[in-house]
């Protein structure tokens, strides 16, 4: 399956080690990380340390930043997509960065979304196999488990993957009443528009793959702040 994917573009692969994220230098890094750093104070994530030191890395995926640490008491360092290296102002970081802090601190309503979501249809079904068997039997229960339990409880879990991307497109509705559509979406669009090959190699999914991937790429984060 994962050679499948690999062939048809819809999944990168790197055999040999992947590089050290390298360490930023330069008064766009300069900038950044005070950008970074007042917005941790203001969002209160991460915990435990205050952002030190920023690097990039081809490999770290656009649209979340990476917060490594290389120690338990060590503070974090701010790891960013070297895609976007140079190739953004100062507002577009600012309004990105922001992007990536409010994803640390979800919305209350997101998570009973999630938690209805996923879990919701899984709690039902043990419950209404009980119902079943109270009020027909225990032969009754059996065949529910059998010839309509299970095929939900499969349908369900295949169905995670979707749901995980509709959640995610959902986080970018939240955030887009946070921090303005327009702004956003000119934020997405500015990033399309510098073709970066792993943002563009994500947009060759298509059929079962793209409908299965639980990832959005960025033609689908963009139609979804348009639909808005």
């Known amino acids: 399956m ?7 573009g819809a999944l990168e692969y790197q055999p040999e080690t992947l590089p050290l994220p390298e360490p930023g230098s330069g008064s766009e890094d300069e900038n950044i990380l005070a950008m970074a750093r007042e917005l941790q104070h203001r969002v209160k994530r991460p915990k435990f340390g205050e952002i030190t030191s920023l ?15 290389k120690g338990i008491r060590k503070p974090p360092t701010l790891l960013l997509f070297a895609g976007l ?3 953004m102002g100062a507002e577009q ?15 209350s309503r997101l998570l009973l979304e999630t938690f209805a979501a996923i879990f919701g249809p899984l709690i039902l079904l043990p419950f209404a196999g009980a119902l079943i068997s109270s009020a027909l039997g225990l032969q009754a229960s059996r065949i529910y488990a059998q010839f309509i339990g299970a095929p939900i409880a499969v349908a369900l879990l295949i169905l995670i993957f979707p749901i995980t991307k509709w959640l995610m497109l959902r986080q970018d509705r939240l955030t887009a009443e946070l921090v ?3 702004a956003l979406l000119d934020l997405f669009k500015r990033i399309d528009s510098l ?14 793959v793209a409908w299965l991937w639980p990832l959005p790429n960025m033609t689908e ?7 808005e």
């Open 180 to 182: 303005g559509q327009n």
């Open 85 to 87: 290296r140079e190739r």
């Open 55 to 69: 690097a990039w890395s081809e490999y770290q995926p656009w649209y979340w930043a990476g917060f490594k640490r």
């Open 93 to 107: 970081w600012k309004l990105l960065l922001t992007y990536y802090f409010l994803l640390l601190k979800p919305q």
């Open 221 to 227: 984060r963009i139609q979804n702040l348009r639909n």
């Open 2 to 8: 994962a050679g499948l994917l690999i062939h048809e």
């Open 195 to 208: 073709q970066v090959p792993r943002i563009e190699n994500a947009k060759r999914r298509h059929g079962w």
